[in-house]
């Protein structure tokens, strides 16, 4: 086989790949989607039913269900999202008439500042721990700084919440008790609303983060690499950062990937434990006023950013190992 | 009302807490009970705080997902409707369980009550200078009677078309029958907004304040300049800003935390809690607005077919134990009967005693021996699943095997069917004058008859209720009913539970006019 049809033959299986990843995604999503709505319509009551206060005649209500599109059969109302939504229109709220895509443009923005802060403080805060404590290991930082992330991360999110919103707005008047910007403000003029949401998130992700950097630190400080670099005369402040850090922090990347795809994939408990107007919370709102459009929207969208990191993660393996992208 | 067509979330609203919104009566201003310790608040308990003018007021109630603007969908969630309230005038507000009228500035009815005469008040101006006539009035009826509202199911006996404006401040109301109780319905929610109006999002109002921000969480009104009642009150306030937030346990610290001044609807554990902190003033509804907890035993149902089953379920109910288990000790004890303390309500009815012998002998005499019974409930609302959980244990004494059934709160109103023909349940109701309860709950119109199908005595006395004017009639036909229910009804009502609220010292002028979760800040000043 020549070089040129060697390439011919790569190129080919990396667009196989590629094809099979992204229809398996779409088929992933339809899936999704169908799911969630089977399971919003086998729900009992609808849309109609719950606005219509359990006071207005029966006419009135199938009036309203007409208007609504909820007497078609099924299968049509599914067909006429999916169209709908494969032409970039997610419908409009039962509730409210908003636009879904508007609804959840304001709420997902929420939510991923809210994920966003917290993730760009778990990674610095992670690691610095991870390694003050793993430098020390077994003297009293040590100890400290695990014991009290060991006992964060076994207390239930909500827990730790109430116990913040205690101490921080109760107790010391700091920071607000509910996260509900203003009438005239956003999250983004009032960022002290973000303060003990960010830091409930934190306490839920940072132990396992903290404790993956430490193990690694006090490994790669007993390394065969380490321990030449200190007899060569290297500085310890030199070796902790040319040779014990990046030994150490590799291993926990993965993970502090994973909870960084969870807190941007919106973090109910925090958001509903302070009334934070995010995605999580809507779709909660939503499920419970069978506002079928608003909870396909936002599932949907949810399923998407899930997948698309899959397909992510499946292309960087397959990028460092051809074997399983060539399916050999 | 075909029931098929009444969702759980209906039903949620109406028979939970959405009749409290439309329907209501009495004051907030009211000490809380004796045996609590709750601070009073109000024009009528705090006489002697003179109103200040200026300053916003943070208030924070609980939303939902169909928080709107609308004026036809203002009763859908708590912080919606004190909102309404405050942009919108009404034709009349319940005090004490009467109409004191508002926009009406008189109510008259014909000599059998078909026909009902509304009196415009002079020189109500909405918030853009237009002048408030009887064709807004007529207009806003017709349009809360024709649309899905809650209100319209109060205005079933409303004849639109009939009904006429004859001349700018007087308006005619025609009923499909007589209902000497309709100033009672014309006092609920019976929000004003201008004739013609389209876009019932931004329908003009002719009260105190107006709507400046809006969004689905917070909204921020300004006092008019130029309202029409000033002279007699508010608006003292510059501004109110509420604040939508589902749990009550996070209305309350952001209360504590100075985030907001008032808190609306907090749970009977946190006001115990809560009592001895200076500065946190508990606050209680009056006791025509407390809610009422109920086992609804099914007369079309085995074993409830008995008369005899019905009557042992009663004795077997240990009351004055619910109140103190149920109630934390902050209720007090019902007997089988709705709206005590409201005038209406008959004070002669006896007290029902705890007798689980009693209970005993009259399952022997109707021959159900050891009865086993399932009551359906749900932790939906405080109060139900824990009334059932304690009446097994009261049941058991009575010779009664009673098990839970109990349901995710989720599911327990989805299905109407089963709701209406279950044989034994709790139920919680909220407050609402006497004589559209009972109309709401018992007869063959009624529409969520939870105790089963009526007969021609309940009828004859409902429609007799109906028919009658004049409050010494009123009264004694709403009496005759209680008094049936008493005897032949199927609801044990046992306890009474307090609704409460919280503020900082600083406010006061909060009152309820009907409806305590919902309360009216119309008058509302802060004073440190």
């Known amino acids: 086989m020549t070089a040129s049809s060697t390439r011919r033959s790569h190129r080919f299986h990396a667009s196989l790949w590629w094809l099979r990843r992204l229809l398996t995604a779409a088929g992933t999503l339809v899936a999704a989607s169908l799911l969630v709505f089977v399971a919003t319509t086998l729900a009992p009551g609808d849309a109609a039913t719950a606005q219509l206060a ?33 032409h970039g229109d997610l419908g409009t709220s039962y509730v409210n008439g908003e636009p879904v895509s ?9 939510s991923l500042l809210l994920g966003a802060v917290a993730a760009a403080l778990l990674v610095p805060i992670a690691i610095s721990l991870g390694l003050w404590a793993g430098l020390r290991a077994g003297r009293v930082v040590d100890r400290a700084v695990s014991t009290s992330t060991l006992t964060l991360v076994s207390l239930p999110e909500f827990v730790t919440g109430t116990l913040l919103v205690l101490l921080f707005a109760v107790g010391l008047g700091w920071f607000p008790a509910v996260s509900v910007p203003s009438a005239d403000g956003s999250v983004l003029s009032e960022p002290q609303v973000l303060v003990l949401p960010v830091m409930t998130l934190l306490s839920v992700c940072l132990a396992q983060n903290v404790r993956l950097v430490r193990s690694g630190v006090i490994a790669a400080t007993a390394s065969d690499a380490a321990q030449a670099a200190r007899l060569g005369g290297v500085p310890e402040r ?18 502090l990937a994973r909870y960084l795809s969870y807190l941007l994939g919106g973090t109910l408990v925090a958001e509903t434990l302070f009334g934070y107007p995010g995605l999580a919370a809507a779709l909660v709102n939503a499920t419970a006023a069978r506002d079928a459009p608003v909870v396909l929207g936002v599932t949907v969208l949810v399923a998407a950013m899930t997948v698309a990191l899959n397909v992510l993660a499946d292309a960087l393996a397959a990028s460092l190992n051809p074997a399983a992208r060539n399916g050999t | 009302m075909n029931f098929d067509q009444v969702s759980r979330r209906s039903i949620l609203r109406t028979v939970g807490s959405g009749l409290g919104v439309v329907l209501g009566g009495g004051l907030l201003a009211a000490c809380g009970d004796g045996s609590s310790g709750h601070t009073p608040l109000g024009s009528s308990a705090t006489p002697s705080v003179a109103p200040r003018r200026g300053g916003k007021l943070r208030a924070a109630f609980a939303g939902s997902s169909t928080e709107s603007t609308s004026v036809i969908r203002a009763t859908s969630s708590a912080v919606d409707y004190v909102r309404a309230r405050l942009v919108w005038d009404t034709l009349g507000e319940i005090e004490k369980s009467k109409p004191v009228w508002r926009i009406a500035e008189s109510v008259e009815h014909n000599a059998d009550a078909t026909r009902w005469t509304v009196r415009v008040r002079d020189g109500i101006t909405f918030s853009d200078g237009r002048k408030l006539t009887a064709e807004d009035v007529l207009f806003s009826l017709r349009t ?15 004849d639109a078309k009939a009904s006429k404006v004859r001349d700018p401040r007087t308006v005619e109301l025609h009923l499909k029958g007589p209902d000497g109780f309709f100033d009672l319905v014309l006092a609920q929610s019976i929000f004003v907004f201008p004739a013609g109006t389209k876009d019932f999002e931004r329908a003009l109002g002719s009260g105190p304040f107006v709507l400046k921000k809006w969004s689905r969480g917070s909204s921020l009104l300004k006092a008019r300049k130029d309202y029409w009642d000033a002279d007699h009150g508010g608006p003292y306030l510059d501004a109110v800003e509420l604040f939508s937030v589902a749990e009550a346990g996070a209305r309350l610290n952001g209360l504590k935390s100075g985030q907001f001044d008032y808190a609306g609807a907090i749970s009977l554990s946190a006001a115990r809690a809560e009592n001895k902190n200076p500065k946190v003033r508990v606050l209680t509804a009056p006791k025509e607005l407390w809610s009422e907890l109920s086992l609804s035993m099914n007369l079309g149902t085995e074993p409830f077919t008995e008369p005899e089953a019905v009557q042992a379920v009663r004795y077997a109910i240990d009351r004055e134990a619910l109140v103190r288990s149920v109630t934390l000790g902050q209720g007090e004890v019902a007997d089988d009967a709705l709206g005590r303390h409201q005038t209406w309500y008959d004070s002669s009815l006896p007290r029902r005693a705890h007798d689980p012998e009693k209970a005993r002998r009259l399952l022997k005499k109707a021959r159900l021996g050891e009865a086993k019974l399932s009551v359906r409930t749900s932790d939906y609302e405080y109060g139900t699943l824990e009334s059932a959980t304690a009446f097994v244990q009261q049941a058991k004494a009575a010779g009664m095997a009673v098990a839970v059934d109990k349901i995710p709160a989720a599911d327990y109103y989805s ?50 209720m109906h028919a009658a004017v004049g409050d010494g009639k009123r009264s004694r036909t709403v009496h005759d009913v209680q008094h049936y229910l ?29 409806f305590f979760d919902y309360p009216c800040l119309r008058d509302a000043f802060l004073r440190p």
Do not use: C
């Not at chain 2, 509202?149 to 006996?157: E, I, V, Y």
């Open chain 1, 54 to 86: 359990g006071q207005a005649s029966p006419e009135r209500i199938a009036e309203l269900r007409h208007d609504m599109g909820l007497d078609h059969p099924p299968w049509e109302r599914y067909g006429h999202w999916l169209w709908g939504a494969l």
């Open chain 2, 486 to 514: 008493y005897e032949h009804g199927g609801d044990a009502v046992f306890a009474r539970m307090p609704p409460l609220a919280a503020s900082t010292p600083a406010v006061h002028g909060v009152e309820a006019r009907g």
């Open chain 1, 102 to 110: 508007q609804l959840i443009a304001a709420r997902a923005g929420n």
């Open chain 2, 144 to 158: 809360l009677a024709s649309n899905p509202t809650a209100q319209s199911g109060l205005l079933g006996g409303f």
């Open chain 1, 238 to 255: 030199r070796v902790v950062l040319r040779w014990v850090l990046p030994a150490a922090v590799v291993p926990a990347v993965p993970v």
């Open chain 2, 415 to 464: 299905d109407i069917k089963k709701l209406l023909s279950t044989p034994l349940q709790t139920n919680l109701f909220h407050p609402m004058p006497l004589p559209l309860s009972l109309s709401f709950y018992y007869g063959s119109h009624a529409s969520y008859p939870f105790t089963g199908p009526s007969n021609d005595t309940l009828d004859g006395l409902l429609s007799a």
